[in-house]
């Protein structure tokens, strides 16, 4: 009988990569997956896109509740779009920002490497940076130029503020104010 506890303990001592962040960043992976398996990337992408504007709406909320603010300058928003992500693990740093766009780079995925292979997670940022930009600055177009779930080593995520011929002409989403 003496060798039920040790075995309860050798289970609960065990060295496995499984606590909440893995486990949900791993659901987040596999769910991506299989809708990218079952709609298509871009369907699978549109699903993830409809979560991100939502989170976005609240991201926003939360940090102009906080600065006690109505609305955020293009400052701020860049702002907000590094420390957020800085928030989640994330390592987002201020490439360009002027008053047509924003670039921002990034080292390090909040997703990790959950996010390799899935292009689709990507939406979450696009969306959430769309959102905020859009919501505060009143139009954003959102390009992802590189992306650690398509293979490069870091991302450029472009964010343009206004419908210039260069936002024109490249591929991204667009978002306006609600």
């Not at 959102?142 to 210039?164: F, M």
């Amino acid at each position: 009988m003496s060798s039920l506890p040790v075995q309860e303990t050798s289970i609960t001592n065990i060295d496995i990569s499984l606590e909440r962040d893995v486990f949900l960043r791993t659901l987040i992976r596999e769910l991506s997956g299989a809708l990218q398996e079952i709609v298509g990337l871009e369907e699978a992408s549109g699903f993830i896109a409809i979560v991100g504007q939502s989170m976005g709406r609240q991201i926003d909320q939360e940090y102009k509740s906080a600065l006690n603010l109505s609305n955020l300058s293009r400052e701020q928003v860049a702002k907000v779009l590094v420390d957020l992500k800085k928030r989640i693990q994330g390592d987002f740093y201020i490439i360009e920002e002027n008053d047509e766009k924003i670039v921002l780079g990034n080292r390090t995925c909040p997703f990790a490497e959950k996010v390799i292979g899935r292009p689709s997670m990507c939406m979450m940022t696009s969306n959430v940076f769309g959102s905020i930009a859009a919501e505060n600055l009143g139009y954003a177009k959102v390009e992802l130029q590189e992306t650690i779930a398509s293979g490069a080593s870091g991302c450029t995520v472009v964010i343009h503020l206004k419908q210039t011929e260069e936002a024109r002409e490249v591929k991204g989403r667009e978002y306006l104010k609600g």
